[in-house]
């Protein structure tokens, strides 16, 4: 049995999350939720060997701990945004406000901080190209400690699938 602990412990308000014990059935549940968010809790409860009761309270403790979240996930294009791109950012300094106001934007859909040739990775959703280059140009390289960004626009999505389980 693994115990969830530390990042996942600390929400942004502050306040400690709860911990999270992720056995086999929790893994099931959150494997069978990746399958299908919809899935009810009276089918997850008899493929996992619990109540629906059950079922309901783990899945509202791994949503508490921020384990899990469960979202409908959206073609871009098909609800008009005509732009994904992903920018690379170089920081000089603490890379953390650059990221925590990254995190802040709209528009930014994913935030990463890594090693190698960027400090941190933003996906980006926008309407359009203009909408890109004002979000870049005025927000994004405007922030303090931002030395340099290089932006990759996205051509085609060729696969987006959230389905990788909990190995």
Not at 53 to 63: F, I, T
Request: glycine share 8%; hydrophobic share 40%.
């Amino acid at each position: 049995m693994t115990t969830i602990r530390g990042v996942a412990n600390n929400g942004s308000d502050g306040h400690r999350k709860p911990s999270v014990n992720l056995d086999e059935v929790s893994k099931t549940i959150i494997e069978l939720l990746q399958h299908d968010g919809r899935k009810s809790y009276a089918s997850i409860a008899q493929q996992v060997g619990l109540s629906e009761a059950a079922v309901r309270q783990r899945v509202q403790r791994l949503l508490d701990a921020d384990v899990m979240q469960i979202v409908a996930v959206t073609d871009p294009l098909q609800v008009g945004f005509q732009r994904q791109a992903m920018v690379g950012l170089r920081v000089s300094g603490d890379i953390t406000p650059v990221a925590d106001a990254l995190s802040g934007m709209e528009e930014v859909a994913y935030v990463v901080t890594t090693a190698g040739s960027f400090d941190v990775l933003a996906e980006v959703v926008c309407e359009n190209d203009n909408h890109l280059l004002e979000l870049l140009t005025t927000r994004i390289r405007a922030l303090p400690g931002v030395t340099a960004t290089e932006t990759f626009v996205y051509l085609k999505l060729n696969k987006q699938l959230y389905n990788w389980g909990t190995r």
